[in-house]
């Protein structure tokens, strides 16, 4: 609640004010999608292929056209919207969870926890993240789920260090020697006192990886390892409709224009957030 | 004149000065290729890239005229001395590029070396029936096979002669960098990974070439193949998809070269396991599919219809087999005899097949009552699950076969046949024909084992064959050019128009 | 100071050791290539012969073993699907990447470093507004998109550039600008911020007071002083540029290694994807070290503290 009174509060927030109602525009879609799409996203009519922006066929009217296989581009693109920014959020919940908590973890208890997790990071921070995500789908699999888990376990390092960093540096203020001599354990500690303190400069990363994590969604569906069709996502159909650029490239625009719509929103957001909070986290 | 390629890397960067673009000098052919060749030693990979290139560099044993017919290569005339041997008669006039002569003991040699087990050739499958190759005579060369084998020849179409002193003088390694054949083109430098680089070969024994040079560019991506016609840095590319075929035919510098090939899409039905186990099931599918649909507004008309899962373009292709007619009333009713309504029905695929034919595929089946589930993966692991237990390879896949032979043998044999890693189906009447007529050399006994085979196949629908496929070319409307059924790219068989 | 060192040489070693392991494990994990190789028509038993020969049926971890002994002999093996040494192989493609990586990092340190400084030390004014959404572009945008609208443009409509290959020195400029653009955003920002912070500093307040003109100030004290951060992120940067050109070097059918390890994990061809993935950890490895080094040296709490890990 503090956090989002001081955000509001900045200087240059009514600047950022139109991106974060855009921003909630994309978040109300893709709750909505299957309520306010005008067709089916899924239904196909291989005479209907390739259709320009406002052609109608029979009572449909395809406001954006249709794509490769005669399905309503505008319908496909509110749906996009749920997957590609389901996948955005659950794999930043999955990595920020678990980096945060292995971050914290790593400040509080040092010691060879502390070692071994920052080893780990090492680790995974030297396979460059593309490659370790289309050799991970090449064992797991394309789809949904699978690219949720394989984003959310290639991400994580970068929530670890800052969050063992912002944790060494609160281990060693007042406040947190005297809860411990109040005799508060270890979990309660972290969670209820420490966790907050922090919480900004992670929130900061969060958001910047959920502007990344749409754009890797797009890049790994643009090599065929993404959102798997019929289902659709924002990357999906851009890889497909890349082919069509010449001819029919209302498929690769559309969805080409939201998906830069809703990745500057989340940056502009996400620096308005950072500048206000931890100008510093720039340098990490 | 050969430029080692991590020079040539270096070089590219230092020379400046290229500012003409290749295709503007007609003398050299610019080819776009999708993929870049794995290697230009012919007997150690089976790849379509690497066969464009290295077929013009080498000779084969025998090849196909235009209409499909075998015909004489380096040998002259060949006869059956009984229904396991053929004797060769090879010609006394080609020359290597480096002027040896080509002789039966190339050709020995060639032939010992792709079917030795430790060379760890590829193609080893193709040709493992050839249990001996001897030299018989200043001329003659003699094959034995260990049983009859009618599709010898088919197989020897894609044999290269390769020479032996030389092969063994420098080596597999620098033979696979540096090439050397007695075709109508000579190697002259291959940057990997970029660019092949062809000489006309002005000693060639069947003529001089008419053009003069080739380069084969490795350019993955459609959009940027289609663009680089546009631009005029390429003259010829291949694997253009229909639907970008259609904007292409309105462009007036450039033409379309559609060629009905040896390729058969078929979807396959897995009859050991699920629910398409059931025969009604199967028939069901079958009725389910509306062919022509599919050939006229996905494939743009580029493709033909078929009835059996063989292509006119394969030896023991027969008109006349009962087949099952676009009809999805009756394909309900079978399926609710069946009481499959609603059944799951795993649709296994990868990146390597038409995604847009899997999705219309979905959706008429769901139309009749099936509930299909389209399960993705890269193309190894699904080789590996379509060829491994019932279980695992799906109800349904699409696939678009060809054998490089044109002959059912090579068709129905592998996707059918009991032990057969393809095959998730058992039919020892089925068995019995395509083995009959894999054991003798008798055409007319062949095709009449096979019309038998094709009849049982229509009774248990183990797949159904779709469409005939078309591979598209492209090129400058300038370049004269048929591509044949073999998919073959023959630039000794292209020249300009004026 | 050694101690550290050596200590972080040591964990570097261990941590380009668990990548390889990593790597190695998880690919086998996924099939090999023998299927790839042969023509369709192959019987199970051909199959399983060349299998054979090619020895993936022996256990993963015979496999590894012998991987390491070949590598102890300082070979990186040959590839199955080239049958050539690996050496050669991924030799003739680095100078691709590199040519397209710096020529990238050029661009985007060439236009992100001004853009940056400009929009400090013009913050407020129409400068400032009309550079920001310039970075902001480069950051949102997908590498494909821009990579074909590109080809698009500047190859096919205008004809100035060509829409594909590595031939001449005008090749590289479409890819190294789609490469670019998103480093170029980080670099704007990273400047910007760092030469806000300095701007805001006592030292500059006491020079401006001085008398000494604004720019002066900029150039020659608030950039040499702020540029430590930069150069820290350079060194990361490189190391994501290397990343990001796998889908570029795809678009634009350019021969570096990104497009390499593509096609060699599409096709099983591990001694390949291996090599690669050795040399990228390691320049990863190297990288995060002097960015770490250099990170140290701006924060001396996290130096005496005996490194930020």
Redesign the interface.
């Given at each position: 609640m503090r956090f989002l009174r001081s955000a509001l509060a900045a200087p240059g927030a009514a600047a950022v004010a139109p991106f974060a109602v855009l921003l909630l525009l994309f978040a109300l879609v893709a709750l909505l999608a299957p309520w306010i799409a005008p067709l089916d996203p899924a239904r196909?009519s291989?005479?209907a292929?390739?259709r320009p922006p406002g052609t109608t066929m029979g009572a449909a009217t395809f406001w954006l056209g249709t794509d490769?296989?005669g399905r309503d581009l505008l319908s496909r693109i509110l749906h996009g919207a749920r997957a590609s920014l389901a996948v955005a959020l659950l794999s930043v919940a999955v990595s920020g969870t678990l980096g945060t908590l292995l971050g914290v973890v790593a400040g509080y208890r040092r010691g060879w926890v502390?070692?071994a997790i920052?080893?780990a990071?090492?680790?995974m921070?030297?396979?460059?993240?593309?490659?370790l995500a289309?050799?991970?789908?090449?064992?797991l699999?394309?789809?949904f789920l699978n690219l949720v888990l394989v984003l959310g376990f290639t991400r994580w390092p970068r929530y670890t260090r800052v969050a063992?960093?912002q944790t060494?540096g609160q281990a060693g203020l007042p406040y947190v020697t005297a809860a411990r001599l109040a005799g508060a354990r270890a979990p309660r500690l972290l969670l209820r006192h420490v966790l907050p303190n922090i919480a900004a400069p992670l929130v900061v990363v969060a958001t910047l990886e959920f502007?990344l994590m749409i754009?890797f969604e797009?890049?790994l569906s643009?090599?065929?390892?993404g959102i798997?069709?019929?289902m659709a996502s924002w990357?999906s159909i851009?890889?497909?409709g890349?082919?069509?650029?010449?001819?029919a490239w209302w498929i690769?625009t559309f969805p080409?224009i939201c998906?830069?719509l809703l990745?500057?929103s989340v940056?502009?957001c996400g620096?308005h957030l950072r500048d206000r909070f931890d100008?510093?986290a720039?340098?990490? | 004149m050969h430029r080692n390629g991590i020079f040539a890397g270096a070089l590219a960067v230092a020379l400046a000065t290229a500012g003409v673009a290749f295709a503007q000098q007609k003398d050299v052919l610019s080819v776009d290729l999708p993929g870049q060749p794995a290697t230009l030693d012919p007997h150690i990979q089976w790849d379509t890239d690497s066969y464009h290139v290295y077929r013009n560099i080498f000779d084969n044993l025998v090849t196909r005229d235009a209409s499909g017919k075998i015909v004489p290569q380096v040998a002259s005339a060949w006869t059956y001395r009984s229904p396991t041997e053929i004797e060769f008669t090879i010609r006394s006039d080609i020359r290597f590029h480096d002027g040896t002569p080509l002789t039966p003991e190339d050709v020995v040699f060639s032939v010992r070396r792709i079917t030795d087990p430790a060379f760890r050739s590829p193609q080893l499958s193709q040709f493992d029936s050839i249990r001996e190759a001897r030299v018989v005579g200043p001329d003659k060369v003699l094959l034995v096979t260990a049983r009859p084998y009618p599709v010898l020849l088919a197989q020897l179409v894609k044999l290269s002669i390769v020479p032996k002193a030389h092969v063994e003088r420098v080596g597999p390694e620098k033979f696979n960098l540096e090439p050397m054949g007695s075709g109508p083109y000579r190697f002259a430098s291959w940057q990997r990974g970029v660019r092949v680089t062809l000489e006309a070969n002005d000693a060639y024994w069947r003529g001089k070439p008419s053009i003069r040079g080739v380069t084969f560019q490795n350019v993955a991506d459609e959009a940027t193949r289609i663009a680089n016609l546009k631009s005029g840095r390429a003259d010829v590319t291949r694997a253009i998809s229909p639907d970008q075929a259609q904007a292409l035919k309105s462009e007036a510098r450039l033409k379309l070269l559609p060629a009905a090939t040896e390729r058969i899409g078929y979807l396959f039905v897995n009859a050991q396991w699920g629910p398409t186990a059931d025969v009604r099931v199967r028939r069901a599918i079958a009725h389910a599919l509306d062919r022509k649909l599919i050939v006229d507004a996905l494939y743009g008309g580029f493709g033909t219809p078929v009835d059996v899962v063989l292509t006119p373009a394969n030896f023991g292709y027969a008109t006349g087999i009962p087949s099952y007619p676009f009809d999805p009333a009756k394909a309900r009713a079978l399926i609710k005899e069946a009481g499959a309504e609603g059944a799951e029905i795993p649709f296994t695929t990868s990146p390597a097949y038409d995604q847009r034919l899997v999705q219309a595929l979905q959706q008429m089946l769901q139309e009749v009552g099936l509930k299909v589930a389209i399960r993705m993966t890269d193309h190894p692991t699904f080789l590996k699950r379509r060829q491994g237990n019932p279980d695992e390879a799906g109800s349904i896949s699409t696939g678009l076969w060809s054998c490089g032979c044109q002959d059912a043998d090579g068709v129905i044999n592998p996707l059918f046949r009991t032990g057969s890693a393809w095959a998730k189906y058992s039919n020892p009447r089925f068995d019995a024909l395509i083995d009959a007529a894999r054991a003798t050399i008798d055409e007319k006994e062949r095709l009449a084992h096979y019309a038998d085979a094709l009849r049982i196949l229509h009774e248990d629908v183990p797949g159904v064959g779709m469409f005939q496929y078309h591979a598209i070319y492209a090129a400058r409307r300038e370049l004269q050019w048929q591509p044949t059924a073999g998919e073959s790219f023959h630039v000794f068989d292209m020249k300009w128009q004026n | 100071m050694t101690r550290y060192l050596l200590g972080r040489a040591a964990q570097s070693v261990l941590a380009v050791f668990g990548v390889m392991a990593i790597v190695f494990v998880v690919m086998r994990l996924s099939g090999d290539p023998t299927l790839l190789l042969v023509p369709e028509g192959a019987t199970r038993e051909q199959v399983d012969a060349l299998r054979a020969q090619l020895g993936f049926d022996r256990p993963i971890p015979v496999q590894f073993a012998d991987y390491l002994w070949t590598l102890c002999r300082l070979d990186l093996g040959e590839s199955v699907v080239q049958r050539l040494p690996v050496w050669r192989i991924v030799a003739e493609r680095i100078p691709y990447t590199g040519w397209l990586a710096s020529t990238a990092l050029a661009i985007s340190v060439g236009i992100g470093i001004p853009v940056g400084v400009a929009t400090a030390v013009w913050r407020g004014t129409l400068v400032e507004r009309a550079l920001m959404p310039l970075v902001l572009v480069g950051q949102s945008m997908p590498t494909f998109w821009s990579g074909i609208l590109l080809i698009m443009l500047f190859g096919v409509g205008l004809g100035w550039l060509p829409t594909s290959g590595a031939d001449e020195w005008r090749s590289v400029v479409m890819p190294a600008i789609a490469l670019g653009g998103l480093s170029m955003a980080t670099f704007a920002r990273i400047t910007r911020t760092s030469v806000m912070e300095e701007l805001g500093k006592d030292y500059v307040r006491a020079i401006r007071a001085k008398g000494v003109a604004r720019p002066v100030v900029v150039l020659r004290h608030v950039l040499r002083n702020g540029a430590i951060p930069i150069v820290t992120i350079a060194a990361l940067e490189i190391a994501n540029l290397l990343a990001g050109a796998v889908i570029v070097e795809t678009v634009f059918a350019w021969p570096g290694m990104g497009q390499l390890a593509v096609q060699s994990i599409q096709a099983r061809d591990f001694m390949v994807v291996q090599a690669i993935v050795l040399l990228v950890s390691i320049a990863y490895v190297l990288l995060n070290f002097v960015a770490d080094i250099l990170y140290g040296a701006i924060d001396p709490r996290i130096r005496l503290r005996g490194g930020p890990r």
């Amino acid at each position: 609640m503090r956090f989002l009174r001081s955000a509001l509060a900045a200087p240059g927030a009514a600047a950022v004010a139109p991106f974060a109602v855009l921003l909630l525009l994309f978040a109300l879609v893709a709750l909505l999608a299957p309520w306010i799409a005008p067709l089916d996203p899924a239904r196909q009519s291989l005479l209907a292929r390739l259709r320009p922006p406002g052609t109608t066929m029979g009572a449909a009217t395809f406001w954006l056209g249709t794509d490769e296989l005669g399905r309503d581009l505008l319908s496909r693109i509110l749906h996009g919207a749920r997957a590609s920014l389901a996948v955005a959020l659950l794999s930043v919940a999955v990595s920020g969870t678990l980096g945060t908590l292995l971050g914290v973890v790593a400040g509080y208890r040092r010691g060879w926890v502390e070692v071994a997790i920052m080893r780990a990071v090492d680790v995974m921070l030297s396979i460059p993240a593309i490659l370790l995500a289309i050799i991970t789908v090449a064992v797991l699999g394309p789809g949904f789920l699978n690219l949720v888990l394989v984003l959310g376990f290639t991400r994580w390092p970068r929530y670890t260090r800052v969050a063992y960093a912002q944790t060494l540096g609160q281990a060693g203020l007042p406040y947190v020697t005297a809860a411990r001599l109040a005799g508060a354990r270890a979990p309660r500690l972290l969670l209820r006192h420490v966790l907050p303190n922090i919480a900004a400069p992670l929130v900061v990363v969060a958001t910047l990886e959920f502007g990344l994590m749409i754009l890797f969604e797009a890049g790994l569906s643009f090599l065929g390892l993404g959102i798997q069709p019929p289902m659709a996502s924002w990357g999906s159909i851009m890889s497909t409709g890349r082919n069509y650029v010449g001819t029919a490239w209302w498929i690769a625009t559309f969805p080409g224009i939201c998906l830069f719509l809703l990745v500057l929103s989340v940056n502009i957001c996400g620096d308005h957030l950072r500048d206000r909070f931890d100008p510093r986290a720039a340098l990490r | 004149m050969h430029r080692n390629g991590i020079f040539a890397g270096a070089l590219a960067v230092a020379l400046a000065t290229a500012g003409v673009a290749f295709a503007q000098q007609k003398d050299v052919l610019s080819v776009d290729l999708p993929g870049q060749p794995a290697t230009l030693d012919p007997h150690i990979q089976w790849d379509t890239d690497s066969y464009h290139v290295y077929r013009n560099i080498f000779d084969n044993l025998v090849t196909r005229d235009a209409s499909g017919k075998i015909v004489p290569q380096v040998a002259s005339a060949w006869t059956y001395r009984s229904p396991t041997e053929i004797e060769f008669t090879i010609r006394s006039d080609i020359r290597f590029h480096d002027g040896t002569p080509l002789t039966p003991e190339d050709v020995v040699f060639s032939v010992r070396r792709i079917t030795d087990p430790a060379f760890r050739s590829p193609q080893l499958s193709q040709f493992d029936s050839i249990r001996e190759a001897r030299v018989v005579g200043p001329d003659k060369v003699l094959l034995v096979t260990a049983r009859p084998y009618p599709v010898l020849l088919a197989q020897l179409v894609k044999l290269s002669i390769v020479p032996k002193a030389h092969v063994e003088r420098v080596g597999p390694e620098k033979f696979n960098l540096e090439p050397m054949g007695s075709g109508p083109y000579r190697f002259a430098s291959w940057q990997r990974g970029v660019r092949v680089t062809l000489e006309a070969n002005d000693a060639y024994w069947r003529g001089k070439p008419s053009i003069r040079g080739v380069t084969f560019q490795n350019v993955a991506d459609e959009a940027t193949r289609i663009a680089n016609l546009k631009s005029g840095r390429a003259d010829v590319t291949r694997a253009i998809s229909p639907d970008q075929a259609q904007a292409l035919k309105s462009e007036a510098r450039l033409k379309l070269l559609p060629a009905a090939t040896e390729r058969i899409g078929y979807l396959f039905v897995n009859a050991q396991w699920g629910p398409t186990a059931d025969v009604r099931v199967r028939r069901a599918i079958a009725h389910a599919l509306d062919r022509k649909l599919i050939v006229d507004a996905l494939y743009g008309g580029f493709g033909t219809p078929v009835d059996v899962v063989l292509t006119p373009a394969n030896f023991g292709y027969a008109t006349g087999i009962p087949s099952y007619p676009f009809d999805p009333a009756k394909a309900r009713a079978l399926i609710k005899e069946a009481g499959a309504e609603g059944a799951e029905i795993p649709f296994t695929t990868s990146p390597a097949y038409d995604q847009r034919l899997v999705q219309a595929l979905q959706q008429m089946l769901q139309e009749v009552g099936l509930k299909v589930a389209i399960r993705m993966t890269d193309h190894p692991t699904f080789l590996k699950r379509r060829q491994g237990n019932p279980d695992e390879a799906g109800s349904i896949s699409t696939g678009l076969w060809s054998c490089g032979c044109q002959d059912a043998d090579g068709v129905i044999n592998p996707l059918f046949r009991t032990g057969s890693a393809w095959a998730k189906y058992s039919n020892p009447r089925f068995d019995a024909l395509i083995d009959a007529a894999r054991a003798t050399i008798d055409e007319k006994e062949r095709l009449a084992h096979y019309a038998d085979a094709l009849r049982i196949l229509h009774e248990d629908v183990p797949g159904v064959g779709m469409f005939q496929y078309h591979a598209i070319y492209a090129a400058r409307r300038e370049l004269q050019w048929q591509p044949t059924a073999g998919e073959s790219f023959h630039v000794f068989d292209m020249k300009w128009q004026n | 100071m050694t101690r550290y060192l050596l200590g972080r040489a040591a964990q570097s070693v261990l941590a380009v050791f668990g990548v390889m392991a990593i790597v190695f494990v998880v690919m086998r994990l996924s099939g090999d290539p023998t299927l790839l190789l042969v023509p369709e028509g192959a019987t199970r038993e051909q199959v399983d012969a060349l299998r054979a020969q090619l020895g993936f049926d022996r256990p993963i971890p015979v496999q590894f073993a012998d991987y390491l002994w070949t590598l102890c002999r300082l070979d990186l093996g040959e590839s199955v699907v080239q049958r050539l040494p690996v050496w050669r192989i991924v030799a003739e493609r680095i100078p691709y990447t590199g040519w397209l990586a710096s020529t990238a990092l050029a661009i985007s340190v060439g236009i992100g470093i001004p853009v940056g400084v400009a929009t400090a030390v013009w913050r407020g004014t129409l400068v400032e507004r009309a550079l920001m959404p310039l970075v902001l572009v480069g950051q949102s945008m997908p590498t494909f998109w821009s990579g074909i609208l590109l080809i698009m443009l500047f190859g096919v409509g205008l004809g100035w550039l060509p829409t594909s290959g590595a031939d001449e020195w005008r090749s590289v400029v479409m890819p190294a600008i789609a490469l670019g653009g998103l480093s170029m955003a980080t670099f704007a920002r990273i400047t910007r911020t760092s030469v806000m912070e300095e701007l805001g500093k006592d030292y500059v307040r006491a020079i401006r007071a001085k008398g000494v003109a604004r720019p002066v100030v900029v150039l020659r004290h608030v950039l040499r002083n702020g540029a430590i951060p930069i150069v820290t992120i350079a060194a990361l940067e490189i190391a994501n540029l290397l990343a990001g050109a796998v889908i570029v070097e795809t678009v634009f059918a350019w021969p570096g290694m990104g497009q390499l390890a593509v096609q060699s994990i599409q096709a099983r061809d591990f001694m390949v994807v291996q090599a690669i993935v050795l040399l990228v950890s390691i320049a990863y490895v190297l990288l995060n070290f002097v960015a770490d080094i250099l990170y140290g040296a701006i924060d001396p709490r996290i130096r005496l503290r005996g490194g930020p890990r």
